[in-house]
């Protein structure tokens, strides 16, 4: 368990303040959405809502995945979700391995008193859950009264990690049962390095429908791992650092797999990046690190200054296309170049 708690540490010492982030882009910028320069709307008629997995958000934005299981993550779980709480957003906690070795941890997790009606994911590593029956994960989705559970594939970051996992199989099959057997909506997410159309179809074909794609573009897991060995260990994670599929290209995929939902997650810094991923396919969007970093340099009030900022910056992008809702920026007129053209030819 110790291991576990310093794991977290460095997870968020190197998120906060170390060069961890993909030196390739998400792609969004190969998205322009087409400006109307008649939109016959006021700002006060665009509508941010939206229903996902079973509650409404005042808008697509979740404070996404990050953190758990000691009490530095406690206090940031605590306040990142009493801000959720505050702007209608949905949130993720981060992986509750961490509950399966202690479950006095899981007051690190449970954030419900905070956010009494915000939309709470909860989360678990696909190889633990693979391990699990299906009533061990209905106790952990108990203990922190999630909405939703992000069963999450990380088999990058797992590899360059020493005390990482190293067999990945059967967990197709055990996504398959959860997602039948759990009472609350699964969402298969992964880590950094992006979900591919065969992924996606692949996930379908099983029945499950709600995916995160986190793609690559934002924070690289694997040059945090990186960061966290021996300098004379880190070739292979050197390497792979800018290994996966970019996010806007895994957003496309995922939309034209058929997803009933299809959150983008992965270098998510503004209001434009959420509504070209919409544009796009997607439902709604995550951040994470640029959520973290404005909470540590400035507090929780930098934190909803921040968020705030991007929320606004949707609305005015959504009243620039002509978009009074959602579901119509979800059809706006967009041009798509290259690189990420290449992508979904």
Same mark, same amino acid.
């Given at each position: 368990?110790?291991?576990?708690?310093?794991?977290?540490?460095?997870?968020?010492?190197? &998120?906060?303040?170390?060069?961890?982030?993909?030196?390739?882009?998400?792609?969004?910028?190969?998205?322009?959405?087409?400006?109307?320069?008649?939109?016959?709307?006021?700002?006060?008629?665009?509508?941010?809502?939206?229903?996902?997995?079973?509650?409404?958000?005042?808008?697509?934005?979740?404070?996404?995945?990050?953190?758990?299981?000691?009490?530095?993550?406690?206090?940031?779980?605590?306040?990142?979700?009493?801000?959720?709480?505050?702007? @209608?957003?949905?949130?993720?906690?981060?992986?509750?391995?961490?509950?399966?070795?202690?479950?006095?941890?899981?007051?690190? =997790?449970?954030?419900?008193?905070?956010?009494?009606?915000?939309?709470?994911?909860?989360?678990?590593?696909?190889?633990?859950?693979?391990?699990?029956?299906?009533?061990?994960?209905?106790?952990?989705?108990? !203990?922190?009264?999630?909405?939703?559970?992000?069963?999450?594939?990380?088999? !990058?970051?797992?590899?360059?990690?020493?005390?990482?996992?190293?067999?990945?199989?059967?967990?197709?099959?055990?996504?398959?049962?959860?997602?039948?057997?759990?009472?609350i909506p699964v969402v298969v997410k992964e880590?950094?390095?992006?979900? &591919?159309?065969?992924?996606?179809?692949?996930?379908?074909?099983?029945?499950?429908?709600?995916?995160?794609?986190? @793609?690559a573009g934002g924070t690289s897991w694997v040059?945090?791992?990186?960061?966290?060995?021996?300098?004379?260990?880190?070739?292979?994670?050197?390497?792979?650092?800018?290994?996966?599929?970019?996010?806007?290209?895994?957003?496309? =995929?995922?939309? &034209?797999?058929?997803?009933?939902?299809?959150?983008?997650?992965?270098?998510?810094?503004?209001?434009?990046?959420?509504?070209?991923?919409?544009?796009?396919?997607?439902? !709604?969007?995550?951040?994470?690190?640029?959520?973290?970093?404005?909470?540590?340099?400035? @507090?929780?009030?930098?934190?909803?200054?921040?968020?705030?900022?991007?929320?606004?910056?949707?609305?005015?992008?959504?009243?620039?296309?002509?978009?009074?809702?959602?579901?119509?920026?979800?059809?706006?007129?967009?041009?798509?170049?290259?690189?990420?053209?290449?992508?979904?030819?």
């Amino acid at each position: 368990m110790a291991d576990i708690s310093r794991r977290k540490n460095d997870h968020l010492d190197l &998120s906060i303040g170390s060069d961890v982030g993909f030196r390739k882009s998400n792609l969004l910028e190969c998205v322009e959405l087409m400006h109307d320069a008649l939109p016959e709307l006021s700002l006060d008629d665009v509508d941010t809502r939206v229903q996902l997995l079973g509650k409404q958000l005042r808008a697509p934005i979740i404070i996404a995945a990050m953190t758990g299981g000691n009490d530095r993550a406690r206090a940031i779980n605590r306040e990142l979700a009493s801000i959720a709480e505050e702007c @209608g957003y949905g949130f993720g906690v981060g992986s509750q391995r961490a509950m399966l070795l202690d479950s006095n941890v899981a007051r690190t =997790y449970a954030v419900r008193e905070l956010a009494p009606t915000c939309l709470i994911l909860g989360n678990l590593g696909a190889v633990q859950a693979a391990h699990l029956d299906t009533t061990a994960i209905v106790e952990l989705v108990r !203990a922190i009264d999630a909405d939703a559970l992000c069963v999450h594939l990380n088999p !990058a970051m797992e590899l360059v990690q020493p005390e990482g996992d190293r067999d990945f199989r059967g967990i197709l099959d055990a996504i398959e049962r959860i997602n039948n057997e759990l009472h609350i909506p699964v969402v298969v997410k992964e880590t950094g390095c992006g979900l &591919s159309l065969g992924v996606a179809r692949r996930l379908v074909e099983r029945g499950i429908c709600h995916v995160d794609v986190s @793609g690559a573009g934002g924070t690289s897991w694997v040059a945090v791992e990186g960061e966290r060995l021996p300098p004379e260990n880190r070739a292979s994670a050197e390497l792979f650092r800018d290994w996966g599929i970019p996010t806007a290209a895994s957003v496309v =995929y995922c939309a &034209s797999a058929g997803m009933s939902t299809v959150i983008a997650t992965g270098g998510i810094a503004s209001g434009l990046d959420i509504a070209k991923a919409l544009a796009l396919g997607a439902h !709604a969007a995550g951040l994470a690190r640029p959520v973290l970093k404005e909470l540590h340099e400035s @507090g929780r009030a930098g934190a909803l200054r921040y968020l705030r900022r991007v929320e606004t910056e949707l609305r005015i992008a959504m009243l620039l296309t002509r978009a009074r809702s959602i579901a119509e920026l979800q059809r706006v007129e967009r041009t798509i170049s290259s690189p990420l053209s290449d992508w979904i030819r």
